[in-house]
């Protein structure tokens, strides 16, 4: 069992930055793949980012590319979501989440075995 904690959520201008964190226990990481997911009220939940913890290959939404960046720390068994040039349409709850890696899986989509409760990102204009 694999338990993800997110922070780091707050409001921001647009054009502001924010970086999440979503910090795991239970195992290490290693061999998962670690992901962001948003959404936003009435909305469904959409992917955001990923990345693959052993070769560190990163995987984005084309909403954000160019502005998103994620990582991860080794050490700390966490990922962090770096987030520059906000825009109101960012507005969400941004939830963590993480998949022991299978070939062939869809790491875009909503099938992931571990989430965290979520952290809200609010962007104003």
């Known amino acids: 069992q694999v338990q993800l904690v997110e922070s780091g959520g707050g409001l921001v201008h647009s054009g502001g930055s924010l970086r999440l964190s979503c910090a795991a226990a239970?195992?290490?990481?290693?061999?998962?793949?670690g992901g962001w997911f948003r959404q936003a009220p009435g909305k469904e939940r959409e992917f955001v980012a990923a990345?693959?913890?052993?070769?560190?290959?990163?995987y984005y939404a084309d909403s954000v590319k160019g502005r998103f960046t994620i990582s991860r720390d080794n050490a700390k068994n966490t990922v962090y979501l770096q987030m520059n040039s906000l825009k109101p349409e960012d507005t969400a709850a941004y939830y963590c989440?993480?998949?022991?890696?299978?070939?062939?899986?869809?790491?875009?989509?909503?099938?992931?075995?571990?989430w965290g409760q979520g952290t809200q990102v609010t962007v104003s204009s």
């Open positions: 989440a993480a998949n022991l890696f299978r070939p062939g899986a869809n790491i875009r989509g909503l099938g992931y075995d571990y």
């Open positions: 239970g195992r290490n990481l290693a061999g998962y793949i």
């Open positions: 990345i693959r913890w052993n070769t560190g290959l990163t």
